[in-house]
């Protein structure tokens, strides 16, 4: 029989007011296999800890069941506690009689009892116990991040400069992201690209990264330590390694003629018009022009070839086909970023049918030195300076019909800047904010709210707009402010619309290829909002800036920076540790039908072949690859022979505890 | 001189026993099968020809039953008999087969007195003594066995006495059954109830000829030799190809006597049971190291044939199968252990 | 009438690990009625019970001649039921034991003659039984052999006693293991039990051998004991088999007509090559 | 398709005009109208604002008495809301149904679905079939297509077009060969029953709309509600008291003015019981 | 509480990462509730089986409640989804076996609601309070209720004249030419039995051993049971098919037992077959009689009749008892249980290695063929074949103690298919229905 040591805790009061823990004892000292059972006043403290340490060396206990609070509280603790007495720490259990026992049943006499019978559980349990060594996975210690905005760049120099290495995959033809569409940065107003560029040359420069440019993942097999990701290198039509960016190209493209060109420059928004053969922005890394085949002239009707004729270095080359490369990588962080709603989805404001009614981004490439106007304000209509710009807050978030219930939350702080920055452009200008709350809870933030009211004259109006039209020339916006309790009408040349921040089109895609839960709005779902926000449930896949849900640059960078620790963290080891409450299958028994690996939600379930000495192929079993096993037991409740067991939960054990009820 | 009881008095007869006994086992019929049930009232009981789906030997041999009862309480642990019942148990209604096969379960639980010196002492199962010595069976004889019946075939009779204490014979003609007392158990019962019976000079003979002539089955005589040098002979992987390895054939048998002994209970004690086991099942004699002495189907029915065929007769001196028939109808893919002995050894 | 299932209680006295799946305990009836009348013989076995998780059956470990307490040794290597409860029970822990039962070495046959011991693995247990039931009445008997042989070193039982054993004089033990499962300290021999006693080469005039082991060892044991003229009666060994009621009733436990539990445990040669290949 | 026609009380007091045109539309645009009989009113604003079960029974009376017919046709956008949201609600709630049963005695579970005109003009009939029956095209008069704030709200219950931008009237009366201009007005209140209570707001609104007409050059508007005809035609004189201006805005029914493009003689269409007569503008247009 | 009142007992299973904590939160803001309940905590809903639920009733739990993380919650992503179908089909299996409703609770829980865990403990040990005491111990009748027994009107067996000399005629030309032809070592079919009226399995190999073959209304058994056993000859196995027993290959392709193409069909048109003398009861409204996947279908089946299955009516019968009466009726017929197996292994999806019967560490179903043990090991067979059986007729067919199995079977066929539009044996490709989920899935059993 086992020899079992049971430790009844008083916790101060909080037990004994409500359990007569001696009682308690004495009744766990009648139980079968029990060796020794005390009961002391803390047994957490450090004397009730070495209490128990003494007694298992005295008594050769071999399982211990601690009766106090929950396992949620101090499992750790005493775990640790055991195996500093050189038992294995999976041999010690913990009845619970605290949270779910004396706090809960003020009848002493209900309550002891009780207390007894939630030993004598664990009692029983704890004779099914057996040692578990943590499990060891092997590591590639190569990271790889998805997304080149500033939480990707962020993060692959955090890692490359912990000396691991990084691939960078980015879908666009340049890394920099959103952020390099902006003009300058709240609260500090400092010019995106100034802070960025550098950044971005570094990452380009970086012995550890590997930067893989128009590229997308398409599959991630494997687990936390192990995945194989599989990535498609768009063809450009243009050799990185001959290009020296002189530009030639784009300047002769014939579709390029700024003033002919139809097609729309995303980077701009459509603000600006761009050639077939084209790098998104002068700063731009790598600043390899890209071949845009649906525009391309010799793609579509197999004339011109100008780009391949002027090019110094002959970098240029229609032959190119997509390569798609397999990496080997140990963790994963996702940065995607974020989209902005367009502003054609708000027909109330016009949104779609006036040009001049455009939404934040675009009045960032307005505002921008390498924007469409080269930083001066104009109207997309005519061009014309803009005397009063309304700005209308809340275009799309915190709108339930709009399917956006949320804040996007650096909505406030952008438009605040946007009043700053159109003044010192337009200084007769007068800005006007439609607003319902301002969020600007950061460092610096209300501060530079106000100073865009009291110092640079922006009108806020509290109040919703209510339509908004176009009458000769001008936008008339028809709103109201609640704190003057009038109606208002206010003529404008421009409308900006602080439209809401939404997930990438895709994302759930993504999501699902590497088995992170997703919302419902498409922003990726971490493992727990406070305790481990940058984490995700599939173990080795982190999280990092606005695809994890709306945020500013500082929470981004943050962000990243955590995520990019998390990683050097796991890879700080040679070998990863992981819990060795983990299935495991009994070949013997096992008939491969295979519904454990149609129930687990992890993958965890591979196949072996058990073949005898001649190698014959005998029969083909599951197995639990013990790396990616998440411990949730789903493929033990589902085998019909019982072959497959969860150690820590094993039927022994849960067998033991049910026996235990009916004693 | 034999003695008769007139057909209606039957009834009558078995009231008085069950008045005597603690309980009265004899056929009723349940959800559409005939099975042996202690009865409460006499009228329930079925005297309808052909024989019940299972024989009465878990009147005495029972499905499952507990060895012992223990209690776990600290480090020690106390023991504790089981209950048994006290009293006379009357099985009416035995046909002459099923009777005959507890001379295997005697052999086997009671061998009393079998003189082997230089064996270890006879273990006699103390249960099934007991339940032995306080059981009195009434045979009933059969007119029109079933199509599955070959007693015959392996020496035996639809009218035999052997196993019954008072064997009843219906004579329909004369509308009397014919009573022999066969044990003194059966003299004592007669003498009790002696006014029921009158004296009469009617024989059995031409009753069990007529039974015995209603089956067609050949002979299987002497085949306990043969059998021996027959353990390698092809003819088993044919003949058990289709048996599917379950327990139907040993659990309707009169004569199989294999049990399994299993602890159940919970933290607190609990009892050893001991319950039927069958050779048919893969795992009866399976080690845990996965090696398995009998580790095809065909190995496992050819034991089955074997027990009752030749170990049986050659260490207890009993034939292990007495004809009833039982387990060539319950079988659910027909296996007939009759076609098959006569097939190795034919 | 005496409930035969029901089993002596017994205390564990002692427990010992052989090998890391293989362990000896010690057991001391509780009944001081039944410790002074308990008899048994070298050979036969009993079914040891841990209440809650069943029985099963393995041979008495310790020499008849040393009643009052009974020594078992079980293999928990393949996580049976009852032999893992088994291998959970501490010192001053109660079980069940009932027996004995089957028959036994033939000691008498063995007064006056040379006698070679060879115990393989677990094999090692009934073959010590009856080892050390000789060494107790040493000057009855001729030469003694014994060779314990393993598949490694971890895997020998009773080195202890082993080790003692080879220190004696008045007889020759040999401890071999397997070739591969020798360690750098090791100072047996190396090689099968089978090569092993061909070169021992005990004389095989006025001898007995008594074998025991996994099936394959006792195959080629018997086949080198005919080369060195052992006559098949000349040979004694046990059979492990699954057994449940121990006395011939749960129809488990038998070999063709043969009864292991009633006509065995103990088999010479001569009987063995009669059963048919069911074991 | 077969309609089961609810006229609703205005049309049959203040806005003849609208259900008598729009009976003469659907009988030269072959849409067979068959009048529900002894219909009852549909309790229009007053119901739901006093008593839900009330906004309910009423329409439910009505409805129940339909028998097979492929929809509820109604002309004015109150008595179509009430209609359309009753039906609805007796669909979602069976509680409900059950109350109405026990208060009005009908069972009625809204099967039968609630259709505006011009829903079944522009969806069922199609543009082009209204083009082809056009005998004098309105050519060259400029309509503005007032649709008011009833009739595409609450969107999710009723809405058959654009919530904030509808284009129904101005494709069916652009067949009728008019020239619908764009105006940020379309979808205003005009102060609906106010009209009574506070008819100085209705003056304000009704200014505001009939300006925005006036400066995107409409010559007249059309509207669909009886209501919002009151406060846009009756009221004008009452602007231009309030206001000083004199817009002299003809203000038709839009089945008034398909009702000339398809050729119906004008008594027919109750021109002449508009306050503000459109006969000016009409001859101009004859004239050019 | 030593009052006389009758004091449930309850056992909790519940998840840790929700229910486990939504408890402890119930502790810290000391929110009162009985002390009627043991809570076990599992991983996971998604590992807390069925077989838990029984042990606990078996041990004599008063109720038995499962709680875990709300549907999305699930921090292992999808534990609760598999959950909630396993649970949909064993409560109801309960329920018809005679455990009252009112014994099993099922919640979902968060880690933020700890009064609703106070609230439902506390609505739990009333509900179970009021119930009262378990009338009787698991597998043991009801005192003084009788066993209701169910009457069957057997329909007489009428097959169109001369077709089953036809079939079978062109079933031997076929097997010759498999056998001649060398495509398959045996052919599996039916033979000649040695009792009047009666058909059994027979292994031929040779040519000249085909006219053992017969046809006709007695072969009953389903020989796809031997379709996952290594065949004793070389070479490929063809198989005499009934649509049924066709049926069930397609649950032992969907389970990896064994490959199309190691086994050749030959399925025979269907007429129905005979038990007892009458038309079985499954072939009365069977509708699909003529086999899908076999290669060549030999004759022309009758087609199906319009009359309604005999056994439906008998089960709704079953399901109007009280709930004692239920209990009663199915002790009743499992107190006949030898536990000889014969239902396993005629089945052909029983093809475990090791049936969790014979599972000792730990032992889910007790043993001895005794109440406890009987109704134990008829639960779990049911459960174990709930979306996998398609109603052969082979296990009520072989059991010698009559039980009727087909009603467990098919009462459980029905809440798969009324819960998850699924039937068993028709698409090898599907996923058992219990190893998928939607996350529409019904659920209004649960708090």
Not at chain 1, 12 to 41: K, Q, S
């Amino acid at each position: 029989m086992a020899r079992v040591g049971v430790f009844i805790c008083h916790c101060g009061e909080n037990i004994a007011r409500t359990v007569d823990c001696a009682r308690v004892a004495e009744y766990a000292a009648t139980l079968p296999g029990v060796a020794h059972a005390v009961d002391y006043r803390y047994m957490c403290s450090d004397p009730g800890q070495r209490l128990i340490e003494t007694a298992i060396r005295e008594h050769g206990l071999t399982g211990v069941v601690v009766a106090s609070c929950s396992p949620h509280m101090h499992e750790v603790t005493f775990r640790r506690t055991v195996a500093r007495a050189g038992l294995n720490p999976f041999l010690c259990e913990m009845a619970n009689i605290r949270e779910q026992c004396s706090w809960v049943h003020e009848d002493r006499e209900a309550a002891t009892a009780k207390a007894c019978e939630l030993v004598r559980l664990m009692v029983e349990k704890v004779k099914w116990n057996t040692a578990l060594e943590p499990i060891h996975v092997p590591v590639t210690r190569k990271a790889l991040v998805i997304g080149g905005g500033i939480a990707g760049i962020q993060a692959a120099l955090d890692i490359a400069n912990g000396g691991r290495e990084v691939i960078l995959v980015e879908k666009g033809p340049s890394i920099g992201g959103h952020m390099a569409q902006l003009s300058e940065t709240f609260p500090t107003l400092d010019c995106s690209q100034c802070i960025m560029t550098p950044r971005m040359v570094e990452v380009k420069n970086h012995p550890n990264i590997t930067l893989y440019t128009y590229a997308e993942v398409e599959k991630v097999d494997g687990y936390i330590g192990n995945f194989a990701v599989t990535i498609r290198k768009k063809a450009r039509c243009v050799d990185e390694a001959l290009c020296t960016g002189c530009g030639e190209c784009q300047s002769k493209c014939p579709q390029g003629k700024l003033k002919t060109s139809v097609i729309p420059n995303e980077f701009d928004l459509g603000l600006s018009r761009r050639p077939a053969i084209y790098v998104p922005f002068p700063q731009a890394v790598p600043n390899v022009p890209v071949i845009d085949k649906e525009h391309c002239r010799y793609f579509q009707d197999g004339k011109c070839g100008v780009c391949q004729k002027v090019c110094p270095a002959k970098a240029v080359d229609f032959t190119q086909t997509d390569q798609v490369v397999t990496e080997q990588v140990g963790a994963i962080v996702v940065a995607t970023g974020y989209d902005v709603m367009s502003s054609g989805e708000y027909g109330e404001y016009g949104g779609g049918r006036y040009p001049d009614v455009i939404d934040g981004l675009q009045f960032e490439r307005l505002l921008s030195a390498s924007g469409p106007t080269g930083g001066e304000v104009k109207r997309p209509s005519d061009g014309k300076v803009p005397e009063t710009v309304v700005f209308i807050a809340c275009a799309g978030s915190r709108d339930r019909s709009h399917g956006v219930p949320y804040c996007s939350k650096i909505c406030c702080m952008y438009t605040a800047k946007h009043a700053m920055l159109y003044k010192h452009k337009v200084h007769h200008g007068q800005a006007y904010v439609f607003y319902m709350d301002i969020r600007a809870g950061g460092k610096n933030y209300d501060e530079f709210v106000r100073r865009a009211i009291e110092e640079e004259g922006a009108v806020y109006l509290r109040g919703r707009v209510s339509r908004l039209y176009q009458k000769d020339g001008q936008l008339i916006v028809k709103g109201a402010d609640t704190l003057s309790g009038q109606p208002v009408e206010i003529a404008a040349d421009l409308v900006v619309l602080a439209t809401a921040i939404q997930a990438r089109p895709g994302s759930d895609a993504l999501a699902q290829m590497l088995k992170v839960p997703y919302d419902g709005y498409g922003f990726l779902s971490e493992a727990h909002p406070k305790l481990r926000p940058v984490e995700t449930n599939s173990a080795g896949v982190y999280l990092a800036g606005a695809c994890q849900a709306p945020k500013d640059i500082p929470e981004t960078v943050a962000q990243a920076s955590a995520a990019a620790s998390k990683v050097l963290g796991l890879f700080s080891m040679e070998q990863m540790e992981r819990e060795p409450t983990v299935s495991v299958v009994n070949e013997r028994t096992c008939i491969g039908c295979f519904d454990c690996e149609r129930v687990c939600p992890f993958g965890a379930i591979e196949h072996r072949e058990i073949r005898d000495r001649r190698g014959n192929l005998l029969k083909v079993v599951s197995h639990v690859n013990e790396g990616v096993c998440a411990g949730c037991g789903a493929c033990a409740t589902t085998c019909r022979s019982g072959s497959i067991e969860l150690r820590g939960y094993t039927d022994e054990q849960v067998f033991a505890q049910i026996a235990a009820v009916g004693v | 001189m034999a003695k008769a009881l007139r057909t209606e008095a039957l009834l009558d007869f078995l009231r008085a026993v069950q008045q005597d006994a603690r309980r009265l086992v004899a056929p009723v019929e349940e959800d559409g099968l005939r099975l042996f049930r202690a009865v409460d009232r006499v009228e329930e009981i079925t005297l309808a020809e052909g024989n019940t789906r299972w024989s009465f030997k878990e009147v005495l041999f029972p499905r499952s039953e507990a060895l012992f009862h223990y209690r776990l309480s600290g480090g020690s642990v106390a023991l504790q008999e089981p209950d048994q019942p006290e009293g006379e148990t009357v099985v009416f209604g035995a046909r002459p087969c099923d009777a005959a096969g507890l001379a295997v379960l005697d052999a086997v639980f009671a061998p009393n007195g079998r003189p082997d010196p230089d064996q270890a002492p006879e273990h006699e199962d103390p249960f099934y003594r007991r339940r032995r010595a306080q059981t009195t069976i009434i045979g009933l004889a059969c007119l029109e066995p079933g199509p599955a019946c070959f007693c015959t075939a392996v020496g035996l009779s639809p009218t035999g006495t052997a196993g019954s204490d008072l064997l009843l014979t219906p004579l329909p003609d004369q509308g009397v059954f014919l009573a022999e007392a066969v044990t003194e158990k059966g003299e004592r019962l007669l003498a009790a109830h002696a006014h029921l019976f009158t004296d009469t000079d009617d024989t059995k003979e031409q009753a069990t000829r007529a039974a015995e002539g209603r089956i067609q089955r050949t002979a299987l005589s002497g085949v306990g030799g043969p059998l021996a040098t027959l353990f390698e002979a092809p003819p088993w992987e044919e003949l058990a190809a289709r048996c599917l390895g379950c327990g139907a054939c040993a659990f309707v048998c009169p004569t199989c006597h294999c049990f399994d002994i299993v602890d159940e209970g919970n933290a607190a004690g609990g009892s050893r049971c001991k319950f039927w086991d069958s050779c048919g099942f893969a795992l009866f004699t399976a080690h845990t190291s996965g090696h398995n002495p009998r580790a095809t189907q065909p190995a496992r029915f050819r034991q089955r044939v074997l027990h009752k065929f030749r170990y049986l007769p050659e260490r207890f001196g009993v034939q292990g199968c007495v004809g009833c028939g039982r387990c060539i109808a319950t079988c659910p893919v027909n296996m007939d252990i009759q076609e098959v002995v006569a097939k190795v050894t034919g | 009438m005496a409930n035969v299932y029901l089993p002596y209680l017994m205390t564990v006295a002692a427990v010992r690990d052989e090998t890391p799946d293989v362990r000896t305990l010690r057991l001391e009836f509780q009944d001081e009625s039944i410790r002074e009348g308990f008899r048994f013989r070298a050979g036969q076995f009993g079914l040891y019970s841990v209440f809650g998780q069943g029985e099963c059956v393995f041979c008495i470990a310790s020499p008849d001649t040393r009643p009052g307490a009974i020594e078992c040794s079980f293999s928990y290597r393949w996580g049976g039921k009852v032999t893992s409860a088994l291998s959970r029970l501490t010192v001053g822990d109660t079980m069940g034991f009932r027996g004995p039962y089957g028959n036994w070495f033939p000691l008498d046959a063995m007064r006056g003659k040379n006698l070679v011991f060879i115990g393989g693995g677990i094999g090692m247990a009934p073959i010590r039984s009856i080892f050390e039931t000789a060494l107790d009445q040493r000057a009855e008997f001729g030469d003694i052999l014994l060779l314990n042989g393993a598949r490694s070193v971890s895997d020998l039982v009773y080195k202890a006693e082993t080790e003692a054993w080879i220190a004696r004089d008045d007889i020759t033990c040999v401890k071999t293991v397997d070739p591969g499962g020798e360690t750098p300290e090791w100072d047996g021999k190396v090689g099968l039990i089978p090569k092993v006693l061909e070169e021992l080469a005990p004389s095989a005039t006025n001898a007995l051998a008594l074998v025991c082991g996994p099936p394959i060892m006792i195959k080629f044991a018997l086949e080198s004991l005919a080369k060195l003229g052992f006559g098949k009666e000349q040979i004694y060994t046990t059979l492990e088999n699954r057994m449940k009621c121990g006395s011939g009733q749960c129809g488990r436990g038998n070999i063709g007509g043969c009864y292991v539990c009633k006509d065995g445990p103990v088999f010479s040669a001569a009987e063995l090559e009669q059963l048919p290949p069911e074991f | 398709m077969s309609y089961a026609y609810f006229p609703g009380c205005s049309q049959q007091g203040m806005a003849a005009e609208f259900d008598r045109s729009a009976r003469s539309v659907c009988d030269r645009l072959g849409i067979a109208l068959s009048e529900i009989p002894d219909w009852v009113c549909c309790g229009a604003t007053p119901a739901h604002a006093t008593s839900h079960l009330l906004s309910i029974a009423l329409p439910a009376l009505t409805l129940a008495k339909v028998k097979d017919a492929d929809a509820v046709a109604t002309v004015c956008a109150a008595c179509y809301s009430r209609l359309r949201i009753a039906s609805h609600e007796l669909r979602e709630d069976a509680e409900l149904r059950a109350r109405v049963k026990e208060a009005a005695g009908v069972e009625c579970a809204g099967e039968v679905p609630v259709r505006h005109l011009l829903d079944i003009l522009c969806n069922d009939l199609g543009v082009a079939a209204i083009r082809e029956r056009v005998k004098r095209p309105l050519a060259g008069l400029k309509v503005a297509c007032y649709y008011g704030c009833l009739l595409m709200r609450p969107p999710k219950v009723v809405a058959f077009d654009d919530p904030e931008n509808p284009r129904v009237m101005d494709e069916v009366l652009a067949a009728a060969g008019a020239e619908c201009v764009e105006w940020p007005y379309k979808t205003e209140c005009c102060g609906a029953s106010l009209s009574l209570a506070r008819p100085d707001v209705v003056c304000k609104l009704a200014n505001d709309i009939l300006r925005e007409a006036r400066d995107a050059g409409a010559h007249v508007i059309a509207v669909a509600c009886p209501l919002c005809h009151t406060n846009l035609d009756l009221r004008q004189a009452d602007v231009a008291r309030q206001y000083g201006v004199r817009y002299e805005m003809p203000v038709l029914f839009f089945t008034q003015l398909l009702g000339l493009a398809l050729g119906v003689p004008e008594k027919g269409l109750g021109l002449n019981r508009l306050i503000v007569s459109p006969k000016p503008v009409l001859e101009k247009l004859a004239a050019a | 509480m030593m009052s006389d009142t009758f004091e449930p007992k309850i056992v909790a299973f519940v998840c840790n990462w929700c229910t486990y904590t939504g408890a402890d939160l119930a502790g810290t803001s000391r929110m009162q509730y009985p002390a009627n309940v043991r809570i076990i905590k599992l991983p996971c809903t998604g590992r807390i089986s069925p077989l838990f639920i029984m042990k606990a009733l078996e041990q004599g739990a008063d109720g038995v409640l499962v709680s875990g993380c709300h549907p999305g919650d699930c921090h292992y992503t999808a534990g609760n989804y598999h959950a909630r179908r396993k649970y949909t089909i064993f409560r109801e299996m309960l329920h018809f076996l005679g455990v009252e409703p009112e014994r099993l609770f099922f919640s979902w829980v968060s880690a933020a609601e700890g009064r609703k865990w106070a609230d439902l403990v506390a609505e739990v040990t009333d509900t179970v309070r009021r119930l009262g005491p378990r009338r009787s111990a698991w597998g043991e009748p009801v005192e003084g209720i009788a066993a209701p027994r169910l009457s069957a009107n057997p329909v007489p067996f009428e097959a169109p004249a001369g077709t089953f000399a036809a079939q079978a005629e062109a079933m031997r030309e076929k097997a010759k030419a498999l056998l001649a032809g060398g495509e398959v070592g045996t052919v599996i079919g039916y033979e000649q039995g040695t009792l009047p009226g009666t058909a059994r399995p027979a292994f031929v190999s040779t040519p000249e051993e085909v006219d053992r073959l017969v046809w006709n209304e007695h072969c009953h058994q389903n020989l796809a049971v031997y379709a996952a056993r290594k065949p004793a000859k070389p070479g490929k196995v063809a198989l005499v098919v009934k649509p049924c027993d066709e049926r069930s290959l397609v649950g032992l392709l969907q389970e990896n037992r064994l490959a199309r193409e190691d086994v050749v069909l030959i399925g025979m048109a269907c007429h129905g077959v005979q038990s007892e003398g009458a038309l079985a009861p499954r072939c009365a409204a069977c509708q699909t009689r003529t086999p899908a996947l076999a290669d060549p279908v030999i004759g022309e089946a009758t087609p199906p009749t319009a009359t309604a299955d005999p056994r439906l009516e008998q089960i709704a019968r079953i399901e109007q008892m009280a709930p004692a009466e239920r209990w009663n009726f199915w002790q009743g017929h499992f107190s006949r249980c030898l536990k000889c197996y014969a239902c396993r292994a005629a089945c052909s999806l029983c093809t475990c290695e090791r049936c969790l019967a014979e599972k000792a560490q730990p032992r889910w179903i007790p043993a001895p063929p005794d109440g406890a043990g009987n109704l134990s090991w008829h639960a779990v067979r049911a459960w174990h074949l709930a979306g996998r059986c398609v109603d052969c007729g082979a296990c009520s067919a072989a059991c010698p103690a009559d039980i009727p199995l087909y009603l467990l079977n098919l009462k459980l066929a029905q809440v798969v298919k009324d819960a998850f539009d699924y039937e068993a044996g028709r698409d090898p490709a599907a996923a058992p229905p219990l190893t998928t989920y939607r996350e529409d899935d019904a659920q209004e059993f649960i708090r």
